[in-house]
């Protein structure tokens, strides 16, 4: 039976009227369709600043340069060892816009048009003329290896004689055989190569085997000699760089090596590189002005010693199946191709002292070296030459530097994250999200340092901050990594580096961390990590590896390890055994702590115990807390 009409409009009436109860009323449809409409205006910009972005012009200083930047929020954290979202901010303020930008612009423009302004006390040092007077020191012992290169070696000419000086020779030549003359006991000596000097004690010249002075009570004079004949131990080897390092610093008028540079305000950066034969410098020196943000404010020096003779030797394998073989080639030139793609760059920005295999003469000295080559800059920062850059790494350096309560006396430092230098992904800016907090240096141990003394090893830590700490600006640590630490220029006037610890390849990162400290530089970790560094090199010569080829000596370089560690020691107040020689002291004065806080207050503000060789990382630092005032404060 078909349905009526009035049963049809019945049921379509019920049907309205259940669709009715079922749908929202009009306003909410109109809220819900305003709140569409928002969030597609929002995902349209936000495509749009990532287009934008991705598709930002390089610049024109450097081939590749992107000056983009982010904005980062800051905030305090919100629980116990979470950074909230807002991360970062206010502490690295805004990347570009408003004033900050025009006054970055502004340097930047004085800089191109004019050049730095540098002010100094005298001429450049001549490095190279430092470095010819110690390659000739010490080539009588390493003759073998000179002869095995194709080298020439020094002549067995003539024998020279250094002038007497008061002290004793150890050990007898020809059981102590004295003479009543000078001269007649030099006649003797040069026939015998046993013979490293005389000694005049007594009113007789006897003729003796070191070439040491020693210290000596009994008003006796030393006459050492100089020949192709050296015998290459630890002991003769520390004199003959310790003797000329000394007649190098007091030549002023030759050498000039104490000029200093006035430290400019003009947020430049001194990048110093020390390179030990390291294939991947050239990847380092690229991707430090290719990631710049302001790369024409970015001067690098560079120490490079590398094997540049006719046969080479490399190390490969680790522990057990470590061997020492021949390399095809010689070692790549850290700057040769840059400056070929980028000669102007070079000439203005970039100066290198390039050195032999045999003229490397340990981490310490490398920074010597690379403090000679700064010129008043801004900003000081000591990296090694295997260094990847994060996009923009210049403005963050420079931003938490400002960042810091104590600066212009302030370093900034930690281990950074492990990387791989050539490595040519971007590594782009930092930004809020899963940013971590990164560690900071406030550990450390106590490890052997060759024969009965010992030395401190740094360890990086991780840091949970306490609630209410503000992640977004640096906080104090306790130590500096001699791979990366930025600080204030005026600390390679203020803190001179040392020159006296040749050889050594453990102790400097404490020795930094003493004496900027007791200078008055406090130390922090970073708010962001902008560097990665490759730690692990197997297929790569190490220093010692060189050390022993090139003295033909398995043993050279833990003896002289050995011999010249008591002066780390002593900046930190503590002594295993005495030093073999008194000389390992020489102007200790000079290159000594500073007076503004003392070695002390270091030992108890990072919680050191010297006696047992102990130390707990301060709770301060692990939380980023101050450092404590009562044990801190300076002078």
């Not at 080559?373 to 801004?378: D, I, K, Q, V």
Request: charged fraction near 25%; charge should be neutral.
């Amino acid at each position: 039976r078909r349905p009526t009409n009035v049963q049809r409009w019945r049921a379509k009436q019920s049907e309205v009227a259940r669709r009715r109860r079922g749908s929202p009323p009009r306003w909410l449809k109109a809220v819900w369709g305003v709140l569409i409409l928002t969030i597609v205006g929002l995902l349209v910009q936000l495509i749009k600043v990532l287009f934008e972005t991705a598709n930002a012009a390089p610049s024109t200083d450097v081939p590749g340069i992107d000056p983009a930047s982010h904005n980062l929020r800051s905030g305090p954290a919100d629980a116990i060892g979470t950074p909230s979202n807002a991360g970062l901010g206010n502490v690295l303020g805004q990347a570009e816009g408003g004033g900050e930008r025009g006054e970055d612009a502004a340097a930047t423009d004085a800089l191109d048009d004019q050049g730095p302004h540098i002010e100094q006390t005298g001429p450049d040092p001549d490095v190279m003329g430092l470095m010819r007077r110690l390659r000739d020191a010490l080539a009588p012992f390493q003759r073998k290896y000179l002869q095995s290169i194709g080298e020439e070696a020094p002549p067995c000419g003539k024998v020279a004689w250094k002038e007497g000086r008061d002290g004793f020779l150890a050990g007898c030549a020809q059981d102590c055989r004295s003479f009543p003359s000078l001269d007649g006991a030099k006649a003797e000596c040069e026939r015998d190569p046993g013979c490293g000097g005389i000694t005049l004690s007594r009113g007789h010249y006897e003729l003796r085997s070191s070439r040491l002075v020693q210290s000596s009570d009994a008003s006796e004079i030393s006459f050492v000699r100089s020949s192709c004949h050296a015998k290459s131990t630890p002991e003769n080897v520390w004199e003959a760089f310790r003797t000329t390092m000394e007649e190098a610093l007091d030549d002023e008028a030759a050498l000039h090596l104490s000029t200093k540079y006035s430290t400019r305000e003009d947020n430049s950066i001194y990048l110093s590189i020390s390179s030990y034969r390291d294939k991947t410098c050239p990847q380092t020196l690229r991707n430090a002005f290719r990631n710049a943000k302001f790369p024409k404010r970015l001067f690098v020096g560079i120490v490079q010693q590398n094997c540049d003779a006719n046969i080479c030797y490399t190390g490969t394998g680790w522990g057990n199946t470590r061997r020492w073989v021949r390399q095809e080639g010689k070692d790549v030139d850290c700057a040769e191709a840059f400056c070929q793609e980028n000669p102007e760059i070079c000439e203005k920005q970039v100066r290198i002292l390039r050195l032999s295999e045999r003229e490397a003469y340990g981490p310490f000295f490398g920074r010597y070296l690379n403090s000679k080559l700064y010129r008043g800059e801004n900003f000081f920062l000591q990296i090694d030459a295997h260094t990847r850059f994060r996009k923009n790494w210049d403005y963050w350096l420079v931003e938490q530097m400002k960042l810091t309560p104590s600066y212009p006396l302030s370093v900034i430092s930690n281990y950074p994250p492990g990387g791989d230098p050539t490595d040519e992904r971007e590594w782009k800016p930092p930004t809020s999200i899963d940013e971590r907090i990164p560690g900071a240096l406030c550990g450390c141990t106590f490890e052997d340092a060759g024969g009965s003394h010992h030395t401190v090893r740094l360890t990086e830590t991780s840091r949970t901050f306490q609630r209410g700490v503000d992640s977004g600006r640096p906080h104090h640590s306790c130590f500096v990594a001699a791979g990366f630490l930025i600080a204030h220029g005026s600390i390679v006037n203020q803190v001179a580096f040392d020159p006296f610890m040749p050889y050594l390849f453990m102790g400097e990162e404490i020795s930094l961390s003493i004496r900027f400290w007791t200078h008055g530089y406090d130390i922090y970790g970073p708010t962001v990590d902008v560097l990665q560094h490759e730690y692990v090199r197997k297929e790569s010569p190490k220093f010692w590896e060189s050390v022993a080829m090139i003295f033909n000596n398995g043993g050279m370089h833990n003896g002289l390890a050995d011999l010249i560690i008591p002066r780390v020691q002593l900046l930190v107040g503590w002594k295993d055994t005495p030093a073999a020689v008194d000389s390992v002291y020489t102007r200790a004065d000079q290159f000594a702590n500073g007076e503004v806080r003392t070695a002390m207050q270091f030992v108890q503000t990072m919680n050191i115990q010297v006696r047992s060789l102990q130390q707990t990382a301060p709770k301060w630092c692990l939380r980023g807390l101050d450092q404590p005032a009562a044990t801190s404060s300076r002078s």
